[in-house]
């Protein structure tokens, strides 16, 4: 591959791939699952959506990678791990980041308006209001993580819309609740890499607000992801396979990763914050696990 195009897809981050992406993804596959079970969406249609959602949740990773290179360039130059970013290093230029960005959000918007007019409307708003904003939070609130986490969460209302046609905020906040503490915890558990070059350039961020009280924080915000994990099953009716494999056991592998891994320790905040698509998965293994018994229920 030329240096240029190599140059470019880093700065995409789909090198990384699925790193990244399914950290994107998660909040459009639980809002979707979730939706999908509430009006009995047939197996076939829950596998080719989850694959259009797969796929946006990728292009919009990588547009939230280049926008945050280009608002961070002089941040990343002072960071070790970001020096060598295509645009704080100079193998990307500005113009060229921005063709590229402008490319990935037509992608994007043609995808939205697939999904119906609401969940256009929905997405037009949320991408910039929240996605393209978040990078500026490191400059001016200790709380990043958290602001990324609702960020992120905006993919529950669009997917229950565009699935449902309708909003059922009871769900819908108790999901992207969910979806913004899962997201905070591990965004942060990501922030323990550079914890001393952010200090020194200045970067804001949970875990070097919160240092020793770390642990006990991300626990909080944990047993918070659990209790709104529980409330939306009951109001979706959903059953046992959801509350096992959706609620509890990521519950208590989020609380392991919590309590074991070491803040100080860059290579092993990075192994915790990857280890975390796990649980996450395992929230969409309960949702499909009980929709596909629901489905068998019904047809017979």
């Not at 699925?18 to 249609?45: C, I, N, Q, R, T």
């Not at 009280?213 to 209790?227: T, Y």
């Not at 509350?243 to 891994?261: D, G, K, N, R, T």
């Not at 320790?265 to 915790?272: F, G, H, Q, Y």
Request: with cysteine; proline share 4%.
């Amino acid at each position: 591959m030329p240096s240029k195009a190599r140059s470019l897809v880093e700065l995409t981050r789909i090198h990384w791939f699925p790193v990244g992406s399914d950290f994107m993804f998660w909040p459009f596959a639980w809002g979707f699952l979730a939706a999908a079970y509430h009006v009995a969406l047939s197996m076939k249609e829950v596998v080719i959506n989850i694959l259009f959602y797969a796929l946006l949740g990728t292009l919009i990773h990588s547009a939230g990678c280049v926008i945050n290179d280009m608002l961070d360039r002089d941040f990343d130059r002072k960071v070790e791990r970001s020096k060598g970013r295509p645009i704080a290093s100079g193998a990307v230029t500005m113009a060229e980041a921005s063709v590229l960005l402008t490319v990935l959000v037509a992608a994007i918007f043609y995808m939205f308006s697939t999904a119906g007019n609401t969940a256009l409307v929905l997405g037009v708003v949320g991408l910039p209001a929240c996605g393209g904003t978040y990078p500026l939070m490191k400059r001016f609130m200790d709380w990043p993580s958290l602001y990324l986490g609702f960020a992120a969460s905006w993919g529950v209302p669009f997917t229950w819309v565009a699935t449902t046609g309708r909003f059922d905020w009871g769900m819908i906040l108790n999901i992207a609740m969910a979806s913004c503490c899962w997201t905070c915890i591990y965004d942060t558990i990501y922030a323990c890499q550079d914890k001393k070059d952010d200090e020194k350039a200045g970067v804001k961020s949970m875990a070097v607000r919160l240092g020793e009280g770390l642990r006990p924080a991300l626990s909080l915000f944990d047993v918070a992801f659990f209790g709104c994990l529980l409330r939306a099953g009951y109001l979706n009716g959903q059953h046992l396979p959801f509350y096992v494999l959706s609620a509890i056991v990521p519950f208590l592998l989020c609380l392991w990763h919590i309590w074991s891994f070491d803040h100080n320790d860059p290579l092993d905040s990075w192994k915790t914050f990857t280890a975390g698509r796990h649980g996450a998965a395992m929230v969409c293994a309960g949702l499909v696990v009980d929709h596909y018994f629901n489905l068998a229920a019904l047809a017979g």
